[in-house]
């Protein structure tokens, strides 16, 4: 298996513009989850998916970031407009439950940069 | 609320030694932990799990213990290799099927592992 695949691996943006971060899950598994990591706040849950469906989105810090899944393949983050404080490396992970139990197995990441 | 902490943000350790990194929890809740490795540029990957059943679980180099009544566990790593040296997050969850809970990692600030050759 391919594993969990991020795009991009970097994104350079202009504050006020849109980006958006594409993630495709490992095959098979129903949980998506969608993490930002800064210096600061260490690594930090933003939303996740069942089976496509938002479960929890309660981590995504303001209404500019939205995030979708609109199949059991791919799921995309966007942040529209995007601002400066935004600058870190996101991971998207994927788990099956029932599997190895609560072990979530990460992307490389996208290091976003905005300007 | 930091609900999983790793109070050191750093560990120094020659080759060969004994690695010990810690974190504390203060959710009753959780039932399962894990430990991630991380290396520059890549995403964080499982290294071990330890259910809260058990007070120890061993795995080849690495050995994680449990303390529930402390709500702190380590993770151990013997003999400490170069190739060790990582970023190491402690992560917890809730057990149980379903609910918003269910799969759910809180993951701790990270301890940054050197090992020295």
């Known amino acids: 298996d391919a594993g969990v695949i991020q795009s991009p691996r970097h994104e350079v943006t202009e504050m006020g513009q849109e980006v958006t971060l594409r993630c495709k899950p490992i095959s098979g598994h129903d949980y998506l989850f969608w993490y930002r990591q800064t210096m600061m706040r260490g690594l930090e849950l933003l939303i996740y998916f069942n089976n496509n469906v938002p479960i929890d989105d309660s981590g995504m810090p303001e209404d500019r970031f939205s995030a979708k899944m609109p199949n059991a393949s791919f799921s995309t983050l966007k942040i529209q407009p995007s601002e400066p404080r935004d600058s870190a490396v996101y991971f998207c992970?994927?788990?099956?439950?029932?599997?190895?139990?609560?072990?979530?197995?990460f992307g490389a990441g996208t290091r976003l940069s905005v300007l | 609320d930091q609900q999983v902490k790793q109070n050191s943000p750093s560990l120094s350790v020659q080759e060969g030694r004994i690695s010990i990194l810690n974190c504390d929890y203060t959710n009753s809740m959780f039932d399962y932990f894990l430990w991630y490795k991380k290396y520059p540029a890549e995403g964080p990957t499982f290294l071990i799990s330890?259910?809260?059943?058990?007070d120890k679980n061993e795995d080849g180099r690495f050995t994680v213990f449990l303390n529930k009544s402390a709500k702190h566990l380590s993770l151990h790593i013997v003999p400490s290799q170069p190739g060790d040296s990582a970023v190491y997050f402690c992560?917890?969850?809730?057990?149980?099927?379903?609910?918003?809970?269910?799969?759910?990692?809180?993951f701790g600030q990270g301890t940054i592992l050197t090992v020295h050759p």
């Open positions: 992970a994927s788990s099956l439950a029932g599997g190895a139990k609560n072990i979530q197995y």
């Open positions: 330890i259910s809260s059943i058990k």
């Open positions: 992560a917890a969850s809730r057990g149980g099927a379903g609910g918003t809970s269910y799969g759910k990692l809180t």
